[in-house]
């Protein structure tokens, strides 16, 4: 069966310092893999969606990045985190067209 | 881009209630999804559903495509119950998420 991890689960940072949150999935072949955001007040915003290694579409202009270094594994970057960046991220993975699955999620504060 | 609604908001019930939580959306979609959020945080998949009547427990969901919505009913609650529940549709390769309905039930 398909299992999808992500680290850390919780992260405290300060403003102006990096990150990287790092998603990867087990038990399947070439998924479809994505970032979501959730801030305070419920709802889930759509970062980043990859349907293969190296490909790498931004649904919204921010101070954050995603790479796709292997068919499995997705990351999530910053250069330089802002107060704005606080948050819930999310990592899903689906087949390329079927049922979406979401990763327990790494709760991000930045001070 | 599709508009995804959900009603209500917010639902406080006592266990044992029933309830009906209502998801719209604006244009055909490819799939629609429900998902439960614990208190943790966690996304649970509930329903894959774009269109017909599932089952699973206490919980049901009905998809009528062609008039854009869909329904998750809930039966005899229970305070496991608690959390937010998400509707989310999909176009192309991307989910879009309603804001979700916080449930609270009581004991």
């Known amino acids: 069966s398909q299992t999808i991890h992500q680290w850390p689960a919780t992260l405290v940072q300060p403003v102006g310092s990096p990150l990287s949150l790092e998603c990867t999935v087990e038990g399947t072949s070439n998924p479809n893999l994505y970032w979501y955001r959730q801030a305070a007040g419920r709802g889930l915003q759509l970062l980043f969606y990859s349907v293969g290694i190296g490909q790498i579409s931004s649904e919204v202009p921010q101070n954050l990045s995603a790479s796709r270094p292997q068919d499995r594994q997705f990351i999530l970057s910053s250069k330089k985190l802002l107060l704005s960046d606080s948050g819930f991220y999310l990592c899903?993975?689906?087949?390329?067209?079927?049922?979406?699955?979401f990763g327990p999620g790494t709760r991000l504060t930045v001070t | 881009g599709i508009q995804v609604e959900q009603s209500p908001p917010d639902l406080i019930l006592q266990e044992g209630a029933n309830s009906t939580l209502r998801c719209n959306f604006s244009?055909?979609?490819?799939?629609l999804q429900w998902f439960h959020q614990n208190p943790w945080g966690q996304l649970i998949n509930l329903f894959y559903?774009?269109?017909g009547t599932k089952q699973n427990g206490r919980l049901s969901a009905t998809t009528v495509a062609t008039e854009r919505y869909s329904l998750l009913y809930i039966s005899s609650s229970q305070t496991t119950d608690s959390g937010v529940y998400f509707c989310a549709v999909r176009e192309y390769s991307t989910l879009t998420f309603g804001k979700g309905t916080m449930l609270l039930v009581s004991p």
């Open positions: 899903a993975w689906s087949p390329t067209a079927g049922e979406q699955y």
């Open positions: 244009d055909s979609v490819n799939n």
């Open positions: 559903i774009p269109s």
